[in-house]
């Protein structure tokens, strides 16, 4: 059973339930009681069950727009996770919302490196202007089509939109896509082939599937001097180039 409790003011509401039990639908509570004498239970049951509580607080967070403490109670409870560990979880992701939605839509505009250098931090302060509930946000994995938009809706599917012709998403853009509810298609990276390209030049050219095909293009030249030029030598020109953000959190790769 859980090892500690919210006490939360409020219970979840039935709608909150109802998103909680429906995402979970498929394996059920940990808990069944059949009978008086027959009740299903566990560690077991609560073990193969672990991995549903993310789903459980996406359903919650599209419900209600938000994390409620009461929500919460009722994952942890149905899925007898101990309630600091929900906690932990969902205070970790970004997506999940701690207070009460002030918009039915948020707009999240990724402002991480890639999409800050094709001006996510302009396009955030045009969308306040023009009355979005916007919220920066860490890498949202569109980083070739940035600045990179998900619309967080509540009670509907998210939308993503992003750029396809080369230039920046507009603030119309966004309310086409939120008044339609259509994402972005779906595209290769956009840029494949432009002979600008240093890490993604190899796109559309080189057999994914091919070792010789890669080799044949240039592939693991980099390792071979890397290890010529020895460890002290590879961390001092990594550190000295400044390179950051390539595990994704905008931390210095040379240290
Ligand atoms: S840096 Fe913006 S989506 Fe990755």
Known sequence: MPDLYFGAAADATEAEKAAIDEAIAGWGPVTVRVSERLVHAGLTRARERRHLLLPALHALQRAAGWISPGGLDHACRVLEVPPAEGYGVATFYHLFT?????????????????????????????????????KASPCLGQCERGP????????????????????????????VAVGSGASTPSVTVPQAGDPGLRLLSRIGVVDPTSLEDYRTHGGYLALDASVAMGGDRVIAEVTTAGLSGRGGAAFPTGI
């Open 148 to 175: 990179a938009i998900m619309v967080q809706r509540t009670g509907r599917s998210d939308v993503t939109v992003a750029a396809v012709d080369g230039g920046p998403v507009t603030p119309s853009e966004v309310a």
């Open 98 to 134: 701690h207070e009460p939605p002030v918009a039915t839509d948020t707009v999240h505009v990724c402002d991480d490196v890639a999409c800050r250098l094709v001006g996510a931090i302009d396009l955030i302060d045009d969308l306040r202007a023009e009355g979005h509930h916007v």
